[in-house]
């Protein structure tokens, strides 16, 4: 069965898209995970994967051509497949899907095919960054039955970069919802459905494969996982209430303490003797959670045994936001990938600090050092396109114009945003610019385009007291700049020892783009504006 491909909304505000390069062709074999296009939007120039595997039969729109989102872009299928009404025109997105519903083993009681009703719209996960994999439902604007109109904001949905708005394309009643506030899922799952108010959609929520997951399920599922860490064998299981009473009854006739086997396995590891613990359990039985919440009347009572530990074991778990996912995958993947190579240089301090304190001593001005470094980086960089590059498999592309990331700490991790051509901007401006990437930042309010295009990215933790340090490059960068804090120390001029203050950096280049010796030249530039900021102005 062939399958439709259309232009995709890679971001939030795309309308249209720009095909800017085809890299397959048609009679191509397609895998899951290829790269069919390069795909120009209103942000960016993003690679378009698929996630589709067969012969690619048709391309819809040629390279350079324009077309609004959801127009047919390509047809991918069984080799010699007839796509003769996909192509006409006449073949609608939602006769697809009926098509394929048709051969798919969903079928009614009577045996008749189950298609998706003209008069519903079926919303998916969006694809809202390059980079996005998976989003989660931040918060819902709309509920069940509400009456939607084209514009709405319908939900704020976390990717891995930000969390956006998402505004509906469709209007009508919201019938159902697929992912709460708090779950993720992949870029295309169910995220809701609209459409005419009364429309019966139990059958098109079964046959698109998924449905709301119940909570009793969920419930259920727990106590049957708890209930194998604790199996039962002395006595029937009852469900508990939701604040049990203790009972003292926790011996049976023969005398012997009634307690769970999980429970007496933790008692014996945590040296709790069972004659002191009070059961929560159906008729006094000790369980699990009476041995985690136990506490002795006082130290060195005979309630603990002897060598017991008086210590407890406890640690907190922390769901991995798509933020935080996707640092780990880029980040590994640039450290695995690029051989990383590390110099190291210390510059004297002296003539910046006193730099400084003039230009901020101009009415309503104030820059930081961190502005002055990013400034002498963008000039530095100028003089040394073969550090402001990036390596690709059949070449190296030098940029000729600067952008610099700045990496900016939130609580879930790291974003770098990127001051676009930062040799042109005047101190001011960088500072200006930086303050506000950093405001927004925490609040998760950088848009994705402030994200995108860097050629070079600085990492500063000189204000957290760090003086020296490495990091990983920012892929595709070639390299990174890693800026410790200025340390007054005893320094060496004109043969005398004196007091000082120095500012250690590290860059770390990628081998495959930045040979040792280019590396060292860009740095000794770098030297000269820092200790000679005046150069960075006249």
């Known amino acids: 069965m062939a399958e439709i491909i259309n232009m995709p909304r890679l971001s939030d505000t795309m309308e249209e898209g720009t095909v800017a390069k085809w890299f397959k062709k048609v009679g191509d074999q397609i895998n899951e995970g290829d790269i069919l296009a390069e795909i120009e939007t209103d942000k960016a120039t993003m690679e378009f994967e698929s996630f589709n595997e067969g012969e690619l039969l048709h391309i819809g729109i040629q390279e350079g051509g324009t077309a609004p989102v959801d127009t047919l872009l390509a047809v991918i299928g069984e080799k010699g497949e007839d796509i003769s009404e996909i192509i006409s025109g006449d073949f609608s997105e939602k006769e697809t899907i009926d098509k394929v519903s048709e051969n798919i083993d969903i079928q009614s009681e009577d045996d008749s095919n189950i298609a998706i009703p003209d008069e519903v ?26 009456q939607i109109n084209e514009g709405d904001i319908l939900a704020e949905i976390e990717t891995d970069k930000a969390t956006m708005e998402f505004e509906s394309f469709y209007q009508g009643e919201l019938l159902h919802i697929g ?82 086997p999980l429970a007496k396995k933790l008692a014996e590891e945590k040296g709790i003797d069972l004659n002191s613990v009070k059961g929560s359990g159906e008729f006094g039985r000790i369980i699990k959670r009476d041995i985690e ?45 690029a051989p990383h190579y590390y110099l190291g240089v210390e510059f004297d301090m002296e003539n910046t600090i006193s730099f400084r304190n003039q230009f901020n001593s101009l009415p309503d001005t104030k820059i930081s050092f961190n502005d002055i470094i990013i400034k002498a980086c963008a000039l530095s960089l100028k003089h040394h396109p073969e550090v402001n590059a990036k390596w690709e498999d059949d070449q190296i592309t030098q940029h000729h114009h600067v952008h610099i990331g700045v990496a900016v700490a939130v609580d879930e991790g790291l974003l770098v945003p990127v001051v676009k051509f930062a ?36 990492s500063n933790l000189g204000m957290f007291g760090i003086q020296e340090f490495t990091s990983i490059i920012n892929q595709p960068n070639g390299a990174i700049l890693s800026v410790g804090a200025i340390v007054k120390k005893p320094v060496v001029k004109d043969d005398k020892i004196v007091v000082g203050n ?27 504006y820092i200790e000679n900021p005046l150069k960075m102005i006249l």
């Not at 929520?205 to 969920?218: A, E």
């Not at 002897?306 to 210590?311: I, K, M, R, V």
């Not at 120095?502 to 990628?510: M, P, Q, V």
Request: charged share 30%; net charge neutral.
């Open 121 to 146: 719209e079926i919303i998916n996960m969006p694809r809202l960054s390059d980079t996005m994999e998976e989003g989660t439902v931040a918060k819902w604007f709309k509920k069940v039955g509400d």
């Open 179 to 260: 992912l709460e506030e708090g779950k993720s899922a992949p870029v295309d799952s169910l995220l809701a459905i609209i459409g005419k108010s009364g429309t019966d959609i139990k059958k098109v929520i079964s046959s698109l494969g998924t449905g709301n997951t119940n909570t009793t399920d969920k419930v259920s599922e727990s106590k049957s996982i708890e209930n194998k860490d604790e199996p039962e064998h002395d006595l029937p299981v009852f469900e508990q209430e939701s604040k049990p009473q203790l009972i003292e009854t926790k011996v049976n006739s023969n005398g012997r303490i009634i307690a769970s």
């Open 293 to 337: 919440n136990f506490k002795s009347k006082a130290f060195g009572s005979n309630f603990l045994k002897p060598n017991a530990s008086l210590g407890t074991e406890s640690i907190t778990k922390i769901a991995n936001s798509q933020m935080r996912k996707t640092i780990a995958k880029r980040l590994s993947s640039s450290k695995f990938s």
């Open 423 to 458: 040799d042109e901007q005047n101190l001011p401006q960088i500072g200006s610019i930086v303050k506000d990437f950093a405001l927004r930042a925490r609040e998760k309010k950088l848009k994705p385009e402030e994200m995108d295009a860097s050629t070079f990215t600085i």
């Open 502 to 528: 120095t500012l250690k950096l590290t860059l770390a280049c990628d081998h495959r783009v930045v040979d040792g010796a280019m590396g060292a030249q860009f740095l000794q530039t770098l030297k000269d």
